[in-house]
C-alpha cells in the first residue's frame, strides 16, 4: 500500500530573524522525520500556494508549532509576543478549512492545535503567567524539562498512547482555555492547563500542546504512526 502524503505546513519568516532583507519559509525538520518513521511521506506546503491547490493529492494536514497569536487587549509589556505572520495565519486557516472540506484527517501541534481551537469558535490564554498566574511554569528546558499528563478516558489520544509514559516537554507561553465547538478536551497538565484537544465525533481533528516530534520513546511514534494510519484510511 501507498505511504499516506502528509501534507506539513511551513513557518514564514517575515522580520529578518533568519537573514535580513530576505523572506523565508522554515521547519524543524524532526516532523518530517517523525511522519517518515511513521510511514508517512512528508511534503511541505509553502503559503504562496493555493491552498486548494496545495492539498491536491495529500491524505492528511499536519499544522505544526510555531509563533504566537495576537492577544485582543493590551498586555502587560513584560508578556513576550512573537507574533505569527498575518500572511501565514490566512493561509493555515485556509489550508484547516480546505482539508476539513476534503474529509482529510488534521493534526495539530502546540500552534496548530492552538489553531484547532480558534477555528472552532473556542479561545487561548495568551500569556499563561498573566491569564492563569496559579497555574506552573509550561516554558521548559528543551532538552529534559517535563510534566505530567492526565490523559481523558474514552479518548481517541487515550487509545493512541496506551501505556506510554505520560510526560512531555513544554515550549509554550499560549494554550487553550475552550477548545470550541465540536472539539473536546483530551488531556491536562497537572495545573488543569489544556495540553490535548480532539474531535467529539468521527471527524479526525486532533491537537496537542507539546511537542511529540521532539520526544524519544513510544508516545512519540504512537502519535504520529496513529495519525499517519488515519490518513491512509481517509
Known amino acids: 500500500m501507498a505511504q499516506p502524503r502528509i501534507g506539513i505546513s511551513l513557518c514564514l519568516d517575515t522580520a529578518d530573524r533568519i537573514r ?9 525538520e524532526a516532523y518530517a522525520t517523525a511522519v517518515a518513521e511513521a510511514g508517512g511521506t512528508p511534503c511541505y506546503l509553502p503559503s504562496p500556494s493555493s491552498p486548494d491547490a496545495a492539498l491536491e493529492g495529500i491524505d492528511g ?21 512573537t507574533l505569527v505572520p498575518a500572511e501565514q495565519r490566512t ?6 478549512a480546505s482539508a476539513r472540506a476534503r474529509g482529510l484527517p488534521v493534526f495539530g501541534i ?3 492545535m492552538q489553531l484547532l481551537a480558534l477555528e472552532a469558535g473556542g479561545s487561548l490564554l495568551y500569556h499563561i503567567p498573566h491569564d492563569r498566574p496559579d497555574a506552573e511554569a509550561h516554558q521548559l528546558d528543551e532538552q529534559d ?6 490523559v481523558e478516558a474514552g479518548t481517541r ?28 478536551v483530551a488531556a491536562r497538565a497537572p495545573d488543569g492547563i489544556i495540553e490535548a484537544i480532539e474531535a467529539a465525533g468521527p471527524e479526525f481533528r486532533l491537537g496537542v500542546q507539546w511537542h511529540p516530534e ?10 504520529f504512526r496513529g495519525f499517519v494510519e488515519a490518513c491512509r484510511r481517509s
Not at 66 to 79: E, L
Not at 145 to 150: I, K, Q
Not at 214 to 223: A, D, N, S, W
Open 20 to 28: 535580513p532583507g530576505r523572506r523565508y519559509h522554515y521547519i524543524d
Open 61 to 81: 494536514l499536519l499544522l505544526p508549532g510555531g509563533d504566537d497569536f495576537p492577544p485582543p487587549v493590551p498586555y502587560p509589556p513584560t508578556a513576550p509576543f
Open 91 to 96: 493561509f493555515d486557516t485556509a489550508l484547516l
Open 110 to 112: 502546540c500552534y496548530g
Open 145 to 150: 524539562g517535563r510534566h505530567g499528563l492526565s
Open 157 to 184: 489520544l487515550e487509545r493512541w498512547l496506551g501505556d506510554a509514559p505520560t510526560r512531555v516537554n513544554s515550549l509554550h507561553h499560549q494554550a487553550v482555555a475552550e477548545p470550541g465547538e465540536g472539539l473536546r
Open 214 to 223: 521532539k520526544l524519544p520513546g513510544p508516545g512519540r511514534i504512537r502519535l
